[in-house]
């Protein structure tokens, strides 16, 4: 019975070893992909970063361009705003000195307005 045995013994030992061959050939062939896969999905990456980086450089430079103009717009318009506010400051201190009375009425005129309206806002609370 052992004779017979040892031969069959030997060849499922032999299947064993192949199977455990089959195997680590198969993990072999899978890290191999997973490996290729990887390299792969890591070229892409870097393509499209590499695509991606002067379209978000050139947007970045727009933004900036954009924010420039706008703050020297509004700077701009600041300084119109300022010019026209000492025109009218100058043209109203000739036009009092040119008609002092005028100026005078008018302005006691404006103050009984402003007074008449403050009394008729108090009036309805």
Do not use: C, W
């Not at 300022?82 to 009375?101: H, N, S």
């Not at 009425?105 to 009394?119: C, D, F, S």
């Amino acid at each position: 019975m052992i004779a017979s045995t040892r031969p069959f013994g030997q060849s499922s030992s032999n299947l064993a070893d192949d199977a455990v061959q089959g195997a680590e050939s198969a993990i072999g062939s899978t890290q191999r992909m997973a490996h290729e896969a990887l390299s792969t999905l890591s070229d892409r990456v870097q393509e499209a970063r590499d695509q991606a980086s002067p379209v978000i450089n050139r947007v970045a430079a727009k933004a900036e361009e954009l924010a420039r103009r706008s703050a020297d717009a509004v700077r701009d318009r600041g300084q119109q705003f300022r010019e026209q506010a000492y025109r009218a400051q100058d043209m109203t201190v000739g036009y009092i000195k040119d008609e002092p009375l005028k100026s005078i009425l008018m302005a006691a005129a404006a103050g009984a307005a402003i007074m008449a309206i403050v009394q008729l806002l108090r009036s309805r609370d």
